[in-house]
């Protein structure tokens, strides 16, 4: 629709009218209205129809009718879907796609039936069993990987349980422990029917009021029993209440904005740092936080482990500080004056393009005033009109010429201008931070293109900006001075 409304597409050509559009609503607005009014012919080839050759009236009502037709169609197809599907949920049939971790699915009768897996059930099991001898998530995912069992994608992918010899081992992901920890479907029951998407119109999967689920009971073996699964779902809802009083805890204390983010990298594996912010309170009562930041691929167990590294924020802004600092007063730079001067020289360029900009227009015009001067003598007879039309020819060139040239200088004036913004944005951090001001995300973002931490408290700090770039404006600044004295 975009190009049609930028005229680059006078015709539309679809195989029927389904392809077009499925509400009839929209789609007879388009055909009768939008089309005709902007020119652009509309031919659906199976339907026979085309908004050049129609004979408005009957046709109108044979598009109107077809889309009615269209839409019904479509509704009725998504319903079919979602009938079929519960009807299978309802008779126990499995409807997901990949069968859960632990179980394999087979075709019986018509239904999808689970089995027990005899390879990741008894891995299943261990899980539960862990969990309740009071182990945490993370030592879970510890014992796995020790135990050299593939996470369940990379065993959907090869068939392999365990490791194979020159096989990469990578670890389980904390959410799929959890997901097995709390899917009731290893109780022997199957929970469906959770999610659906609800008419066919709406996108977005709809969560359904749990009295909709569909639940059936003793559709394939179990591989623990009930008592187990509640039990662990108790000590999860326990674990999720000590977590909340944590919040609540923390909430008091609010969170600082992270202003190293996006420019703080491990420099052994090229990760973001990721940020702790610990909330403690003293004897006082004073809650306050802590920020550090550490490489997050160093808490990995497998080859993608990183070297252990981690820095406070304290530390970081101290050396980030020196840095910016002994930058700046080696170079023996002067921001306030620097900015000013930016500032004029950037107006005096803006201005110079805007002047010449200025002239374009007034040849412009003065090129309109010539032609319709040359029409004149050309009527008058003072002109013969092979002359006329030669001259004509030549001003139509010039003016083209102008016209482009003109809209050439608004690009480079549109250009200059967000060149003079950031800049001077960049300059006032500069400004900032000499003066020894607090940093802040844009101070960071404007002076630092990326800090690397490395192994053994190393950290490498890039600049955004050139110095040399810098000292030539300063010296030019200086001469300016000089010249103006003498
Ligand atoms: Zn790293």
Same mark, same amino acid.
């Given at each position: 629709?975009?190009?049609?409304?930028?005229?680059?597409?006078?015709? @539309?050509?679809?195989?029927? +009218? $389904?392809?077009?559009?499925?509400?009839? =609503?929209?789609?007879?607005? /388009?055909?009768?209205? &939008?089309?005709?009014?902007?020119?652009?012919?509309?031919?659906?080839?199976?339907?026979?129809?085309?908004?050049?050759?129609?004979?408005?009236?009957?046709?109108?009502?044979?598009?109107?009718?077809?889309?009615?037709?269209?839409?019904?169609?479509?509704?009725?197809?998504?319903?079919?879907?979602?009938?079929?599907?519960?009807?299978?949920?309802?008779?126990?049939?499995?409807?997901?796609?990949?069968?859960?971790?632990?179980?394999?699915?087979?075709?019986?009768?018509?239904?999808?039936?689970?089995?027990?897996?005899?390879?990741?059930?008894?891995?299943?099991?261990? @899980?539960?069993?862990?969990? +309740? $001898?009071?182990?945490?998530?993370?030592? =879970?995912?510890?014992?796995? /990987?020790?135990?050299? &069992?593939?996470?369940?994608?990379?065993?959907?992918?090869?068939?392999?349980?365990?490791?194979?010899?020159?096989?990469?081992?990578?670890?389980?992901?904390?959410?799929?422990?959890?997901?097995?920890?709390?899917?009731?479907?290893?109780?022997?029951?199957?929970?469906?029917g959770t999610t659906c998407g609800k008419k066919h119109k709406l996108r977005k999967r709809h969560d359904v009021d749990i009295e909709d689920y569909c639940i059936q009971h003793g559709t394939h073996e179990p591989l623990i029993n009930e008592d187990t699964f509640f039990r662990v779902a108790a000590m999860f809802e326990k674990?999720?209440?000590?977590?909340?009083?944590?919040?609540?805890?923390?909430?008091?204390?609010?969170?600082?904005?992270?202003? /190293?983010?996006?420019?703080?990298?491990?420099?052994?594996?090229?990760?973001?740092?990721?940020?702790?912010?610990?909330?403690?309170?003293?004897?006082?009562?004073?809650?306050?936080?802590?920020?550090?930041?550490?490489?997050?691929?160093?808490?990995?167990?497998?080859?993608?482990?990183?070297?252990?590294?981690?820095?406070?924020?304290?530390?970081?802004?101290?050396?980030?500080?020196?840095?910016?600092?002994?930058?700046?007063?080696?170079?023996?730079?002067?921001?306030?004056?620097?900015?000013?001067?930016?500032?004029?020289?950037?107006?005096?360029?803006?201005?110079?393009?805007?002047?010449?900009?200025?002239?374009?227009?007034?040849?412009?015009?003065?090129?309109?005033?010539?032609?319709?001067?040359? /029409?004149?003598?050309?009527?008058?007879?003072?002109?013969?009109?092979?002359?006329?039309?030669?001259?004509?020819?030549?001003?139509?060139?010039?003016?083209?010429?102008?016209?482009?040239?003109?809209?050439?200088?608004?690009?480079?004036?549109?250009?200059?201008?967000?060149?003079?913004?950031?800049?001077?944005?960049?300059?006032?951090?500069?400004?900032?931070?000499s003066e020894k001001t607090e940093l802040t995300k844009d101070v960071i973002h404007t002076l630092i293109r990326r800090i690397d931490v490395y192994a053994g408290h190393r950290v490498k700090i890039t600049f955004a900006f050139c110095m040399n770039e810098l000292l030539y404006l300063e010296e030019w600044n200086y001469k300016?001075?000089?010249?103006?004295?003498?």
């Amino acid at each position: 629709m975009q190009d049609v409304r930028k005229k680059r597409i006078n015709c @539309i050509i679809v195989k029927d +009218l $389904s392809r077009f559009g499925r509400n009839h =609503i929209e789609t007879g607005n /388009y055909i009768q209205k &939008i089309f005709p009014f902007m020119g652009v012919r509309f031919i659906a080839i199976t339907d026979g129809i085309d908004t050049f050759h129609s004979e408005l009236g009957t046709d109108e009502m044979a598009v109107n009718l077809k889309n009615l037709i269209n839409e019904m169609y479509a509704k009725d197809i998504a319903e079919k879907v979602r009938a079929s599907r519960r009807s299978s949920q309802e008779q126990g049939s499995y409807t997901g796609g990949i069968p859960p971790y632990g179980y394999r699915a087979e075709w019986v009768k018509g239904k999808k039936c689970l089995f027990i897996c005899p390879e990741t059930s008894g891995i299943v099991r261990d @899980i539960y069993e862990m969990y +309740l $001898s009071e182990k945490n998530i993370r030592q =879970i995912v510890r014992i796995l /990987y020790e135990r050299g &069992i593939h996470r369940p994608s990379i065993y959907r992918q090869t068939g392999y349980v365990y490791q194979q010899e020159g096989e990469v081992l990578e670890q389980w992901a904390v959410g799929t422990v959890k997901f097995i920890l709390t899917n009731p479907v290893y109780t022997g029951c199957l929970m469906q029917g959770t999610t659906c998407g609800k008419k066919h119109k709406l996108r977005k999967r709809h969560d359904v009021d749990i009295e909709d689920y569909c639940i059936q009971h003793g559709t394939h073996e179990p591989l623990i029993n009930e008592d187990t699964f509640f039990r662990v779902a108790a000590m999860f809802e326990k674990s999720a209440v000590k977590y909340c009083n944590t919040g609540g805890f923390s909430k008091n204390v609010p969170l600082q904005e992270n202003i /190293y983010d996006g420019v703080l990298f491990c420099g052994d594996c090229g990760k973001q740092m990721a940020r702790v912010a610990n909330a403690k309170q003293f004897s006082s009562g004073d809650m306050v936080r802590y920020y550090g930041y550490y490489c997050p691929a160093s808490r990995r167990l497998d080859g993608l482990q990183c070297s252990s590294k981690s820095i406070s924020m304290s530390v970081l802004d101290k050396l980030v500080k020196t840095a910016l600092h002994q930058e700046f007063s080696l170079s023996d730079i002067r921001p306030g004056k620097l900015v000013k001067e930016y500032e004029r020289q950037a107006e005096e360029q803006k201005q110079q393009v805007m002047q010449k900009i200025v002239l374009c227009g007034k040849q412009q015009e003065n090129g309109k005033k010539k032609g319709s001067e040359l /029409y004149l003598k050309y009527r008058m007879g003072r002109m013969s009109l092979e002359e006329y039309q030669k001259i004509k020819k030549e001003q139509e060139r010039l003016l083209y010429e102008i016209a482009e040239r003109r809209e050439e200088l608004q690009h480079s004036l549109d250009s200059r201008e967000r060149e003079i913004k950031e800049k001077g944005k960049f300059l006032r951090s500069l400004i900032k931070c000499s003066e020894k001001t607090e940093l802040t995300k844009d101070v960071i973002h404007t002076l630092i293109r990326r800090i690397d931490v490395y192994a053994g408290h190393r950290v490498k700090i890039t600049f955004a900006f050139c110095m040399n770039e810098l000292l030539y404006l300063e010296e030019w600044n200086y001469k300016n001075e000089k010249n103006k004295e003498d």
